[in-house]
C-alpha cells in the first residue's frame, strides 16, 4: 500500500473495513481469497505491521463505468476513500474490468516482519499463500505484539 493514502491506521481505527483490489484481468487475490483467511498487509517498502480477518468477499466482473460508481458511492468510505478523494479514485479505476471487495474484522497491529517476494515479482501487491511462513519471514524487535 502506498504510505501517503494512510490506509493502515485506517484499518487499525476501524474507518477502512473493505480492502478493494481493482484490476484489467483476473489476478489475485481473485478466487483465492475467502470468508475466514488472514490477511496481512504492509506499507509499499515497509515491512508487513497490520493483519486482520476475512468476514466476506464480493467480486465483480465486466466492470462499466456506471458499476464502478455504484461500488465507489456504497463501499467507498469503508474502503477508506474519502468522500473528496472519490472523483481522483474513480479516474484511476474507471477502466478496470474486475473488482475485489474484501471485508475485513478484528485489524490488529503485529510485531513487524519482512517477506521474501522472491519468485513473485517485485511489484507483486498481492500474494496468497497456505502458510505466510512459507515467505521467509524476518522478524523485526517492536514492542508491538
Known amino acids: 500500500m502506498k504510505k501517503s493514502f494512510g490506509f493502515l491506521p485506517k484499518i487499525i481505527s476501524g474507518k477502512k473495513t473493505i480492502e478493494s483490489r481493482w484490476y484489467a484481468t483476473k489476478r489475485a487475490p481473485w478466487g483465492t481469497i475467502a470468508k475466514g483467511d488472514t490477511v496481512y498487509f504492509k506499507n509499499a517498502g515497509e515491512p508487513v505491521t497490520v493483519r486482520a ?18 461500488i465507489i458511492n456504497q463501499y467507498g468510505t469503508a474502503i477508506g476513500i474519502e468522500e473528496k478523494n472519490q472523483r481522483a479514485f474513480f479516474a484511476s479505476v474507471k477502466n478496470k474490468n474486475y473488482c ?15 517477506i521474501d517476494k522472491t519468485g513473485f515479482g ?3 501487491a498481492w500474494i496468497s499463500t497456505q502458510s505466510v511462513k512459507s515467505l521467509s519471514i524476518t522478524r523485526h524487535h517492536s514492542n508491538i505484539r
Not at 54 to 69: A, G, N
Not at 100 to 111: G, T
Open 100 to 114: 475485489v471487495l474484501v471485508f475485513l474484522k478484528k485489524p490488529k497491529s503485529i510485531r513487524p516482519f519482512t
Open 53 to 70: 480477518k476475512v468476514s466476506h468477499v464480493i467480486s465483480f466482473s465486466d466492470l462499466t463505468p456506471r458499476t464502478i460508481r455504484s
Open 122 to 124: 517485485a511489484m507483486t
